[in-house]
């Protein structure tokens, strides 16, 4: 795959956070493989106070439909559906961040992706454990081109994007502002419409944020190439070696 086509690989902690964030440049890069973390449902029937708002009378309801959901949005846009059976915070799992990184990497590792993007990890919780998990392993896959995605909606709180620029420096992670290459030629009109109608697929995430509540997912999308210090790469190398040792 060339530079100017990049095959995309993109971390999504939840069902849609891939396309509320970066759906317009999936929409110009057909094939890119969406990898969501939280994806299976809790072994015990339950009823959460988000799933309840979405419109779902248990925790199995709402993965089945969300999944169908996912499914309708990525066809959208020509993407790849990945899952990892890791159940997200509402449902009180809390796989550690080794288990999170050890299952992406794995995944990575299997497919063609050159082009790696991760969520910034900005504010919730679920974002958060997959950023650390993604920082775990960017060492090791620094031969890899990175970026951080600003979490539509969340990168709207004042001062979280500020804070994980600063968190990422003491990392030895160097942020910079940069759009990933354009990929397939479609104009950014029509790169709008499909993200427009992706993220419509997501009806009951929708009726749960409530109108007027996610109107900044379809702001312009924003994103830092990620590159790491040489100390930070031998301090990866260090722990992968200890790993499989």
């Known amino acids: 795959?060339?530079?100017?086509?990049?095959?995309?690989?993109?971390?999504?902690?939840?069902?849609?956070?891939?396309?509320?964030?970066?759906?317009?440049?999936?929409?110009?890069?057909?094939?890119?493989?969406?990898c969501t973390v939280f994806?299976?449902?809790?072994?015990?029937?339950?009823?959460?106070?988000?799933?309840?708002?979405?419109?779902?009378?248990?925790?199995?309801?709402?993965?089945?439909?969300?999944t169908l959901e996912d499914n309708r949005a990525l066809e959208l846009l020509d993407a790849i559906p990945l899952r990892t059976p890791f159940r997200d915070c509402q449902y009180a799992d809390s796989p550690s961040i080794s288990q999170l990184a050890a299952a992406l990497e794995e995944?990575?590792?299997?497919?063609?992706?050159?082009?790696?993007?991760m969520p910034l990890g900005l504010l919730h919780d679920?974002?958060?454990?997959?950023?650390?998990?993604?920082?775990?392993?960017?060492?090791?896959?620094?031969?890899?081109?990175?970026?951080?995605?600003?979490?539509?909606?969340?990168?709207?709180?004042?001062?979280?994007?500020?804070?994980?620029?600063?968190d990422l420096a003491q990392r030895g992670i160097v942020a910079t502002p940069a759009y990933p290459s354009a990929g397939h030629t479609i104009d950014a009109q029509r790169r709008e419409q499909l993200k427009r109608e992706a993220v419509n697929a997501y009806e009951s995430?929708?009726?749960?944020?409530?109108?007027?509540?996610?109107?900044?997912?379809?702001?312009?999308?924003?994103?830092?190439?990620l590159s790491v210090s040489r100390g930070a790469k031998k301090s990866g190398a260090r722990r992968a070696g200890n790993a499989y040792a």
Not at 40 to 58: H, I, L, R, V
Not at 133 to 161: D, K, M, N, Q
């Open 1 to 34: 795959m060339s530079e100017t086509s990049p095959r995309l690989f993109v971390v999504s902690p939840h069902f849609g956070d891939a396309v509320f964030s970066c759906g317009a440049l999936l929409a110009a890069h057909p094939d890119a493989a969406i």
């Open 39 to 66: 994806a299976a449902p809790p072994e015990q029937p339950m009823q959460t106070e988000w799933d309840k708002k979405s419109g779902f009378a248990n925790a199995h309801e709402a993965i089945h439909e969300r």
């Open 107 to 117: 995944i990575i590792y299997r497919t063609t992706a050159n082009t790696l993007l």
């Open 126 to 166: 679920d974002y958060v454990r997959v950023f650390e998990a993604c920082c775990e392993i960017l060492p090791r896959l620094s031969h890899l081109t990175w970026f951080g995605y600003e979490e539509a909606i969340h990168r709207c709180t004042p001062g979280v994007v500020q804070a994980r620029l600063a």
């Open 205 to 225: 995430q929708l009726r749960a944020f409530g109108a007027g509540h996610y109107d900044d997912v379809f702001a312009a999308e924003r994103y830092w190439q």
